[in-house]
């Protein structure tokens, strides 16, 4: 089992840039695939980002691409998301989560979640 805290989230004005942590403890990080997800007041959570146990592979939603990166450090067991460029529409509860299986878009494929981080982009 696995235990995820967010942080980073904040209020930051259209075209700044914020970084997200996604801290793990209990099982040996590497072992899972990471993503971060989001969720907008009144819409349904959606897929931003995933990459693979080695951090050698990355996924991101057509809506971010170029704009987010996300990374991983195994020996800090720590998920990274730096958003760049970011727009009014970023605005939501961020989430990372874990996964046994290989990196996905789908919810489904992740088992342990944080509790959210907030970030809110003003126009």
């Known amino acids: 089992q696995v235990q995820l805290v967010e942080s980073g989230g904040g209020l930051v004005q259209a075209g700044g840039s914020l970084r997200l942590s996604c801290a793990a403890s209990g099982r040996t990080f590497s072992t899972y695939a990471m993503g971060w997800f989001r969720q907008a007041a009144g819409k349904e959570r959606e897929f931003v980002a995933a990459i693979s146990r080695s951090g050698g592979s990355t996924y991101y939603a057509d809506s971010v691409k170029g704009r987010f990166t996300i990374s991983r450090d195994n020996a800090k067991n720590t998920l990274y998301l730096q958003m760049n460029s970011l727009k009014p529409e970023d605005t939501a509860v961020y989430y990372c989560?874990?996964?046994?299986?290989?990196?996905?878009?789908?919810?489904?494929?992740?088992?342990?979640w944080g509790q959210g981080t907030q970030v809110t982009v003003s126009s």
């Open positions: 989560a874990a996964g046994y299986r290989s990196s996905s878009r789908e919810e489904s494929m992740y088992n342990y």
